[in-house]
């Protein structure tokens, strides 16, 4: 049987701070490198007091060893990467427990309330309600969550994009039922970082979504080149609607329907019906109508922000520039409802893609 710290440091289990500290020193002076003694028993000393300190009472298994042999090198930025990606591993491998927990209570149709994830970035909570409901409270960090039901989660959502393991990145998927977060915007709850949430047969209620972009390494190995690498967040309704506050910088939204308040910065929309409700759709943001659809802009401004590269695309595949909209006082002053078929039938010289680059660039190019 493996000995206790308290027998490698040779004291009883009820000694007192100063007698651990005691009996460290006098271990050390002994067992030391410099005194004669051997590193690897020095070792196993410094480390039973260090264990001590905390209130651990037997030294970690080799199993344990090896789970935490998380040394960091190189500078304070990759220190910090992989001490990150190691925890969010850790947090995935947690989740995984705690889908193995719901699956249970689902297949026994029976209730009940736990804690998962780490102590150091923060637990979350899961319970199983009485309707077969998931509450999940607090952030979400790292992992895998499916259910067959709804999903109400007080708390934001988040996933550690940085890690190459598929495994840790953060995916809650319903088979059945809504998904939707607790009075996001009072509590300032965000779905952000390349989060995934997928609802086949339902909705998705949020608030605010933030995808991230993040400056990699050129894979050439060149000093002082980079590749920006793109995380988006994604949230999926096929038959059902997403309602969304701000949504912005690397985002991807589809569903039957789409709401959401503004559209900032490469944001792709997807939907048979899609209504925007603030006034600004700006940079690189794309929207694709799907046939037999609508899509309206709700603020009355004649200053609608509109970037010039926002597009709206019908599927089969007729291209609109959204400020040759605006001009057309379709989008701003009021606005209109705009049928897919309303925008099929716009004549191309007049708001059309193919056409406006032409015009667009024709300043550009003169005959000699």
Not at 262 to 278: A, E, H, P, R
Request: charged share 30%.
């Amino acid at each position: 049987m493996a000995k206790s710290n308290y027998e490698i440091l040779g004291i009883p289990e009820n000694a007192s701070r100063n007698e651990i500290r005691s009996a460290f020193r006098s271990l050390a002076l002994k067992h030391h490198a410099d005194r004669g003694g051997q590193d690897e028993e020095f070792i196993i000393i410094k480390q039973a007091f260090e264990d001590l300190k905390v209130g651990k009472k037997y030294p970690d298994s080799l199993d344990e060893k090896k789970r935490k042999s998380k040394f960091f090198w190189g500078t304070d930025e990759e220190e910090k990467l992989r001490h990150n990606t190691l925890l969010s591993n850790d947090v995935a491998q947690e989740i995984k427990i705690g889908q193995e927990w719901i699956d249970a209570l689902e297949r026994t149709n029976g209730t009940g309330v736990r804690l998962f994830g780490s102590k150091e970035l923060g637990q979350i909570e899961l319970e199983r309600k009485p309707t077969g409901a998931l509450s999940i409270k607090g952030k979400f960090w790292a992992g895998k969550i499916t259910h067959p039901n709804h999903v109400f989660m007080w708390g934001s959502m988040t996933s550690p994009y940085f890690s190459d393991n598929e495994n840790s990145k953060t995916v809650i998927h319903l088979t059945k039922g809504t998904f939707k977060l607790m009075e996001p915007l009072e509590n300032g709850y965000n779905i952000e970082n390349g989060s995934h949430i997928i609802v086949d047969n339902g909705d998705i209620v949020c608030g605010n979504v933030n995808g991230i972009r993040q400056q990699v390494p050129h894979p050439t190995g060149r000093v002082g080149m980079s590749l920006i690498k793109e995380h988006f967040t994604k949230l999926e309704a096929p038959k059902g609607k997403i309602i969304a506050g701000d949504v912005r910088e690397t985002v991807s939204l589809e569903a039957e329907e789409v709401l959401a308040l503004n559209l900032v910065d490469n944001v792709n929309v997807t939907g048979k019906k899609i209504f925007v409700f603030g006034p600004k759709v700006s940079y690189d943001v794309f929207f694709k109508l799907k046939e037999g659809g609508v899509i309206r802009f709700y603020d009355k401004g004649s200053g609608f922000d509109i970037s010039d590269d926002a597009i709206l695309q019908l599927e089969n595949g007729k291209e609109f520039f959204l400020d040759d909209l605006k001009t057309r006082k379709l989008i701003g002053f009021g606005g209109q409802d705009m049928t897919y078929d309303f925008l099929d039938k716009l004549e191309e010289s007049s708001g059309a893609i193919g056409s406006n680059w032409s015009s667009k660039l024709s300043g550009l190019f003169k005959k000699k």
